[in-house]
């Protein structure tokens, strides 16, 4: 049986070297039992050393990893895999990604999938999922692979950018969203009626954006250095807001996305 997914993870984004290291060791420490890394992020051998050294069991963890935009070709994907976990010292990840969607004259979605696939069928991943996919993305990915495959989107979903269509479109398919930069990579903390909101609800800014997101039904993932913060975010487990808190959150949305790179699909 494999573990489903956390609501809470540690993310790893610009984290490179010692930083990578000990924010995943302080997780882990904490009880994080979710880590997010990625290909690209260059420290996936850095997250698997902290998970060795933490001693906890392989089964009580859910590592995700993705696979980079030129690692899609069918003579790259798997060896990327294999060397994905080679360095996370593990022999399967429980959820692997495909970090962004190519354009249309890249590489066929339907030749990536089906790698992707592959690599479930062989026991490298329990899970697989996508990133970055747009609805009509979705929809050729579920025709490709058959409803029930995908297990998540994970995609960029903070006050300030809270991506109702995407989300509403993986509800309708029964995948789960898991949410990255919920902190809007730290903008949402100044954002005045966060400030207040949290103060009602006894709680910080960071703490009240996550338990909204928790309370919206998606996972989120965000990512700290600071061991105050990691422990204050997975506190954040234990808020709770009001209907009326989470209807101040649900009135910030001003579609200002952060994650928005030269190759990113054409978003909904
Ligand atoms: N799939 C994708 O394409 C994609 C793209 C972007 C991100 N992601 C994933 O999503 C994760 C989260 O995104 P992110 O790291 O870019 O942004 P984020 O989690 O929204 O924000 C991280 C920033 O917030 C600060 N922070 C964290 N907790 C805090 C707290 N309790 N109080 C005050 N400040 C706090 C951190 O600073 P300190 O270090 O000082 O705490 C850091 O600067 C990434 O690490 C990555 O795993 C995925």
């Not at 050393?49 to 859910?62: E, H, V």
């Not at 990536?112 to 479930?120: E, F, G, S």
Request: a negative charge; hydrophobic letters at 40%.
């Amino acid at each position: 049986m494999s573990l489903s997914m956390p609501p809470l993870g540690a993310g790893t984004f610009r984290l490179k070297g010692d930083a990578a290291y000990h924010s995943v060791a302080t997780s882990l420490k904490q009880g994080y039992r979710h880590i997010d890394t990625a290909q690209i992020y260059g420290n996936e051998a850095e997250v698997g050393q902290a998970i060795a050294d933490s001693g906890i069991a392989r089964d009580a963890l859910f590592i995700t990893t993705k696979v980079w935009m030129d690692k899609l070709e069918e003579d790259k994907f798997l060896p990327s895999v294999n060397e994905s976990l080679a360095k996370l010292k593990t022999d399967y990840v429980d959820l692997l990604l495909i970090h962004w969607p190519l354009p249309d004259d890249g590489v066929a979605m339907e030749r990536y999938l089906t790698q992707l696939y592959v690599a479930q069928q062989q026991g490298l991943a329990r899970h697989i999922g996508v990133s970055n996919f747009t609805c009509q993305q979705l929809d050729d990915a579920i025709e490709i692979l058959g409803p029930g495959r995908l297990y998540t989107n994970q995609i960029e979903v903070h006050p300030l950018l809270q991506n109702h269509k995407v989300v509403e479109h993986c509800d309708a398919n029964g995948l789960l969203v898991t949410a990255y930069m919920p902190l809007a990579v730290g903008k949402v903390l100044e954002e005045p009626v966060i400030v207040e909101t949290a103060r009602q609800a006894g709680c910080t800014p960071a703490q009240a954006t996550l338990a909204w997101i928790r309370q919206l039904g998606m996972a989120t993932i965000p990512s700290s250095t600071n061991p105050a913060h990691l422990q204050a975010n997975l506190d954040s487990m234990a808020v709770t807001l009001s209907p009326q808190q989470m209807a101040a959150f649900d009135a910030l949305d001003r579609g200002e996305r952060l994650a928005n790179p030269d190759f990113a699909p054409d978003w909904d």
